[in-house]
């Protein structure tokens, strides 16, 4: 069973500064990618920054040049530095798994976290 813990999400003014971690752990094989992803009330979870296992990054026009998504394979965990935030960012953050299960090619999977929290005032 896959878990992933998120963590770093909370409170900040306008322009400030966070950064969410998440750790995946348990029976996977390997990961192909992991993300981050977002869901403000009342709207659509949207993508917010995506990383491959080679380093290939995807980020939202809206977090672009303000967000960076980093990984470290090793440890399964993929972090995202979120800089001059801005209101429009509160949200629920859900970090995403994208893996195998087993050595088989047809045993790839998706997982989702729990969300953390991140509120920005004004």
């Known amino acids: 069973q896959v878990q992933l813990v998120e963590s770093g999400g909370g409170l900040v003014q306008a322009g400030g500064s966070l950064r969410l971690s998440c750790v995946a752990s348990?029976?996977?094989?390997?990961?192909?990618?992991m993300g981050w992803y977002r869901q403000a009330p009342g709207k659509q979870r949207e993508l917010v920054a995506t990383i491959t296992a080679s380093g290939s990054t995807h980020y939202a026009d809206s977090v672009k040049s303000r967000f960076t998504i980093t990984s470290d394979n090793a440890k399964n965990t993929v972090y995202l530095q979120m800089n001059s935030l801005k209101p429009e960012d509160t949200a629920v953050y859900y970090c995403?798994?994208?893996?195998?299960?087993?050595?088989?090619?047809?045993?790839?999977?998706?997982?989702w976290g729990q969300g953390t929290q991140v509120t920005v005032s004004s």
């Open positions: 995403n798994a994208d893996y195998y299960y087993s050595a088989s090619v047809y045993s790839r999977v998706n997982y």
């Open positions: 348990g029976c996977t094989f390997s990961i192909n990618a």
